[in-house]
Nanobody
Framework: QVQLVESGGGLVQAGGSLRLSCAASGSIDSINAMGWYRQAPGKQRELVAR???????NYAQSMKDRFTISRDNAKNTVDLQMNSLKPEDTAVYYC?????????????WGQGTQVTVSS
């Protein structure tokens, strides 16, 4: 069992920046990777960025040049630095923790934090 709590969302003007934080607790040793996803109204949830236990990262192509994910394994936190925000970045951002076993996988999710970018 893993619990995730996000923070840092809010309202920002286009071109501004926000830093999202996620704190994990529970069965931390079971986590293989952590990341951020987002879901805009009427849209499917999509990957923003993720980072593995070994430090490998991957980003959605549209966010790669503007967003940076970082993870502190000792503190059990993962952050998302978002720069040059655009109105189309408006969404609920969810922290994700991924447990990958040989025969099954489990995804844990936070409650989400709202990011609103005004034009």
């Amino acid at each position: 069992q893993v619990q995730l709590v996000e923070s840092g969302g809010g309202l920002v003007q286009a071109g501004g920046s926000l830093r999202l934080s996620c704190a994990a607790s529970g069965s931390i040793d079971s986590i293989n990777a952590m990341g951020w996803y987002r879901q805009a109204p009427g849209k499917q949830r999509e990957l923003v960025a993720r980072v593995t236990n070994g430090g490998s990262t991957n980003y959605a192509q549209s966010m790669k040049d503007r967003f940076t994910i970082s993870r502190d394994n000792a503190k059990n936190t993962v952050d998302l630095q978002m720069n040059s925000l655009k109105p189309e970045d408006t969404a609920v951002y969810y922290c994700n923790a991924h447990q990958d076993r040989r025969y099954y996988k489990i995804d844990y999710w936070g409650q989400g934090t709202q990011v609103t970018v005004s034009s």
